[in-house]
């Protein structure tokens, strides 16, 4: 459909004699970097990437409702189609490359036995609502991942559907909602207190509910200031969401007197469990007295990030909560796994729950489980408090390791993530943007920037416990003499080009943003051939 | 651990440079009273790869496959044909292991299919924008009535007795919790339901499934027309999205929302999950909606590329007031669906999409033959409903001990509704057999 | 004679007759950078003093604009829909917001006057 094959850009005055000479190419490519137009045009008509047979001949039953246009699909072979997708492919930087020490995220290696065990036929290839006599060993191995979380963070119940990190949270809020409404106290009890430095998931999630969101300011170690809070606690208090270890990378030291100070006041304590994995083995949640907490399998438990999901938010619940969790709710009857959708199947099991409702189609993300639970089980009990130790230990040491050049944002030892402002580039020119845009060409995926936003230009490392000794050493080194460069005060404009080595340079947002382009269309494409060659011409 | 690179001696070393004596040292902000002087207790230890691969196995064994039994479910997840392709593609580590696109430098991979796949979803739903994908189709549609409610400024949603049960509980406990109003028309079996007269200019929007939960396929473009005159807007989701290979787009019919389950293209069963919802409306909503946006632009050598744009809806720029809590799309589940659908292309996925009503025409051809048994479809593409002399339920039960998996029982998703109590709910894809449909006909006969 | 007084939130009302135009300030947009895009409200629309009414957005942040009084608005800056680039370019010329038929004056008595706000802005630092 479209005729211009345009290996090199695409978009209608985009290409310039220049950025050719740049390359020094023909074809615009460098070696590996080869430049990959859509596929929207590279298409022909006739061409397809699967053989399907003739349709048989029958009455159409369709209300009359044929689509009569073309969709306007590309036609491509399937070697075509690899190759597109494998040159994408090359243009990523990944945890299969090396150091992604993006903080708050857990960028952990991804074994490949977890991918391999969710792809065996009698798991992979299983539809949700088959008779539950056919999907026994599902419903265990739900069951299964769902005792180890429970075991792990020392909690009675969990709730398993919600799709993502930030969909537990809401499953979470509602529990607590639903608890207020049965002690009628939901009308009275409308703030949720948040630290400044909380994810912005969580006052969007406690704003979503109709709750008012009032911030907690932190003190100067970086933890929630504790008077500041119980000032705060009263009898229009709801819950507080607090992230444990937080933002900062630090452990909540004054916790167990802040789930105490939030019970007494009637409250309920929504503890975010984005990092769980500094404390996995060592530290069960329960004991510091929470009333629930999401679990984001990706970052915990290394299901893969994928490129922005899918992603896996069991949470688990305090007996206060526990009633409330969601549909479906999966029972043991005798020997026999049950699925209760409604309220009349828990009657009929002899279960006692007041379900806040249902968030999800279907049991979860069974896929994300088996990954999960395939890595927990690699593990075991000796393995994942292993994890926590070396992910904090590897923190620790990049924080030693760096202190004398960058600076970090609090005293004392952090846990799995070590967090530094902007100071030691004051006077440099150089911003934590240009820093990070520098990092990537030495190789490394940049840390978190300008997050938590409670520190000045914030770069949040986290290494995690897939990382070597060896690969540590090189990454601090790296750092080093890029922080030794931007110290020379007139290697500003360097940084500010970085990065010069990667498949783009840094792009324009504001564009993007003022004259946003989301789809492609036909007109992207000029008429009258191929720039590229006139460009060469 | 095979996971673990560092050594012992790595870890002495390491700690000296850091100045501590133990690890233990680096958790001593934890209160004592909940220090673990161990292990956790009750758990076994890290196994092998090889022990591991066995009790997965030793889990699958306890269930039947579609892959071992005919088979014949639908209901808002489908079993095709996955081109061993995409299943290749979407392992490649690049992909599986990369993070969320923030860095558009390194992430031109992920960034680019995915505008790729938003291109996709609007060509097949005929709309003018769509976002980079939802957790599935059933969280995607209740996100599409917070954005009505927001583009309208109005709390009272109108759902359709057509829509798939599971997705009007999720509006149903959002509304409940989130506070705002839905009205559920009563269960449409018959594809009959006429919502125009109940629109009125406190409604926020119109929730219709197309083809629906029973199978019927319905213009909707008076429907439509209605809601425009009301203020409201239409919402359209698909669970099928091979339909859109032979049906008129639901952009065509007037749809303002348009939500898919796209679990179809590329995605296997799963048993439920992680599926891929799409999300497509007009340009001049373009800004209330939820999830992340993939646009074009320029880098500093003019050349183009892409990145996250619009991010200012979001959750960690606008917190409470962002358009919705999510920050996460279903990236490997998006990609699998742009492979697969490359794969297909014009041709290609008009044809399957033609396969799968031809498969089930000839089901429902020979399922209408059985004595009393009727099909209520007039109408349908590869899913229809069927009235069973007796209780679906049972019916299902004693075909599944014949290791048939013969549908679902519309009872199951709706209970308590005697209405409902023989209603079957079949649906035949391109997978779909002579071989496999004969032993379900063959089972109906003795077990009805 | 018009009239121009400022907000502690970096917005200035100039005002003439008994409608105010109103914008934010040079101050303001040095703090956003490149405004990507401005939701202005409807003509028609009633607005409270303190009510958030407008929107202004950079590629990283976003921030409501509040309505300085009280008042209809009669006239929004239909051309920022095309060039929001006019915030950065002239605050306080091409890139005003919207006009609003002032409900009462006397609710601009405690907004400051240009030296005020200027002594405001070097406070902050």
């Known amino acids: 459909m479209v005729q211009s094959l345009d290996r090199s850009q695409g978009r209608a005055g985009s290409v310039s004699a220049g950025s050719v000479n740049t390359h020094g190419t023909y074809t615009g490519n ?158 009275q009890r409308r703030t949720v207190l948040a630290p400044e430095s909380a994810h912005g998931t969580n006052p969007a999630t406690a704003a979503a509910l109709g709750f008012v969101v009032k911030p907690i300011p932190a003190n100067d170690r970086g933890r929630v200031d504790l008077a500041a809070l119980k000032a705060a606690l009263g009898p229009d208090v709801a819950a507080i969401m607090l992230t444990n270890p937080n933002t900062c990378g630090l452990f909540e030291s004054e916790i167990v007197e802040i789930s105490k100070a939030v019970h007494e006041a009637g409250a309920y304590f929504y503890c975010d469990g ?262 060469a011409e | 651990m095979r996971y673990l690179p560092l050594t012992d001696a790595d870890r002495r070393e390491m700690l000296s440079v850091i100045g501590a004596k133990s690890v233990d040292e680096l958790f001593r902000d934890v209160p004592a009273s909940a220090r673990l002087a161990a292990k956790v207790g009750g758990l076994p230890d890290h196994q092998g790869e090889l022990e591991v691969e066995r009790a997965f196995q030793g889990f699958a064994a306890k269930n039947l496959s579609p892959a071992a039994a005919p088979f014949f479910i639908g209901a808002g997840a489908y079993r095709h044909h996955v081109p061993a392709t995409v299943d290749y593609m979407i392992q490649r580590g690049e992909f599986l292991t990369s993070y969320t696109p923030y860095q558009p430098e390194i992430t031109q991979g992920t960034l680019q299919y995915l505008f790729e796949f938003q291109t996709q979803v609007t060509l097949l739903t005929g709309m003018e924008v769509a976002n980079a994908s939802m957790y599935d189709g059933s969280t995607g549609t209740t996100e599409a009535v917070l954005m009505a409610n927001r583009v309208t400024r109005r709390h009272k949603a109108l759902i359709s007795g057509g829509l798939h049960p599971q997705y009007r509980s999720i509006i149903e406990t959002t509304a409940k919790w989130e506070g705002f109003t839905a009205n559920f028309s009563k269960t449409d079996a018959e594809g009959l339901e006429d919502l125009i007269a109940s629109v009125d200019r406190d409604t926020s929007c119109v929730v219709v499934q197309n083809p629906s939960f029973f199978g019927h396929v319905r213009d909707f473009t008076k429907l439509a027309e209605a809601c425009h005159a009301a203020g409201a807007l239409l919402i359209v989701v698909v669970t099928e999205v091979v339909s859109l290979g032979l049906l008129m787009p639901p952009g065509e019919m007037g749809a303002d929302i348009v939500v898919c389950e796209g679990q179809s293209i590329g995605n296997g069963l799963g048993f439920g999950g992680p599926y891929v919802g799409l999300f497509a409306t007009r340009d001049k909503y373009m800004r209330q909606m939820p999830g992340r946006l993939v646009g074009e632009t320029v880098d500093a050598d003019g050349k183009r590329g892409f990145v996250l744009t619009l991010s200012t809806r979001e959750q960690h720029i606008r917190r409470e007031k962002a358009t919705s809590n999510i920050c996460t ?114 089972g109906l006969k003795e077990v009805l | 004679m018009a009239e121009t007084k400022y907000t502690e939130e970096h917005e200035w009302i100039r005002v003439e007759g008994d409608v105010g135009t109103i914008g934010i300030t040079q101050y303001a947009q040095e703090q956003l950078g490149d405004v990507v895009f401005v939701d202005v409200p409807a003509a028609g629309r009633t607005v409270a003093k303190g009510e958030a009414c407008a929107v202004v957005e950079s590629v990283k942040a976003a921030s409501d604009i509040y309505a300085p009084a009280s008042g209809e608005v009669v006239e929004s800056n239909a051309a920022l829909a095309d060039t929001p680039g006019d915030v950065n370019a002239e605050p306080t010329g091409k890139g005003w917001f919207f006009k609003l038929k002032l409900a009462d004056k006397g609710e601009l008595d405690g907004l400051m006057d240009e030296a005020a706000y200027e002594a405001f802005v070097k406070s902050l630092g």
């Open chain 1, 30 to 187: 460098r070696a590996l970097q080869i430049e990959e137009p859509l596929i929207f045009e590279m298409g022909q008509a006739g061409r397809c990437g699967v053989d399907l047979p003739e349709p048989p001949k029958v009455k159409e039953r369709l209300n009359g409702l044929r689509r009569k246009g073309e969709i306007g699909l590309p036609g491509l072979s399937e070697p075509q189609v690899v190759q597109h997708f494998t040159r994408l492919s090359q243009k990523n930087y990944a945890i299969d490359m090396g150091v992604y020490p993006l903080g708050s995220c857990t960028m952990k290696h991804n074994p490949r036995i977890n991918e391999k065990v969710a792809r065996l036929a009698g798991i992979g290839d299983l539809h949700p609502l088959q008779p539950v006599s056919t999907v026994q060993g599902a419903l265990e191995l739900i069951d299964g991942l769902a005792h180890w979380l429970k075991t792990l963070t020392g909690m009675p119940a969990v709730a398993m559907s919600p799709a993502a990190g930030a969909h537990g949270e809401m499953c979470g809020m509602m529990a607590i909602a639903a608890a207020l409404e049965a002690k009628g106290e939901r009308a």
């Open chain 1, 274 to 535: 984005a990092n769980f994995n500094a404390i996995v083995g060592r530290v069960r949640p329960g004991d510091l007295g929470i009333d629930c907490m999401h679990i984001n399998l990706h970052k915990t438990f290394s299901t893969p990030h994928g490129g922005g999901g899918p992603g896996a938010g069991p949470v688990v619940l305090s007996a206060a909560l526990a009633p409330y969790a969601p549909y479906p709710w999966i029972v043991k009857d005798g020997d026999t796994w049950r699925v209760a959708e409604d309220g009349g199947a828990l009657k009929a099991l002899g279960v006692d729950g007041l379900p806040l409702g249902r968030l999800k189609a279907f049991h979860g993300q069974m896929g994300m489980f088996t990954r999960a639970l395939a890595y927990i089980m690699s593990h075991g009990a000796d393995g994942l408090r292993q994890v926590a130790e070396d992910a904090v230990l590897n923190a620790n040491y990049v924080m030693a390791a760096l202190k004398d050049v960058m600076s970090p944002a609090f005293e004392g030892p952090c846990m799995h993530e070590a967090l530094f402002d902007d100071s030691f580039l004051k006077d440099t020119g150089v911003s934590t943007l240009d820093f990070a845009k520098a990092m990537i060409d030495e190789g490394y995926h940049p840390m978190t920037m300008y997050f938590p936003l409670v520190v000045h230009g914030a770069m949040l490392i986290e290494p995690t416990e897939s990382v070597a000794k060896e690969d540590l050493d090189q990454f601090i080194g790296a750092l080093r003499s890029l922080t030794a460069k931007a110290k020379t005060g007139t290697a500003a404009e360097d940084f500010k080009a970085a990065p010069l080595y990667a498949p783009r340079r840094r792009l324009d947002e504001t564009l993007a943003a003022r004259k946003p382009v989301l789809r492609w269309k036909p007109s992207n494409n000029p008429p009258g051939g191929d720039p590229l060659k006139q460009a």
């Open chain 2, 329 to 442: 799309n279903a990236g490997l589940c998006a990609l699998a669906f742009t492979v697969h659908l490359t794969l297909l292309g014009e041709a290609g996925f008009t044809r399957l999409a033609e396969l799968n009503h031809a498969k089930a025409s000839q089901l429902a051809d020979r399922i209408a033959a059985l004595p009393g048994v009727s099909v209520l479809n007039d109408s349908f593409f590869n899913e229809f409903t069927v009235k069973l002399p007796k209780p679906a339920a049972e019916v299902v039960e004693a075909l599944a001990a014949k290791r048939i998996l013969g549908g679902l029982p519309v009872s199951r998703l709706i209970p308590n509704d005697p209405s409902v109590a023989n209603l079957l709910l079949l649906a035949a894809t391109e997978t779909a057999t002579d071989a496999g449909m004969d032993p379900l006909i063959a």
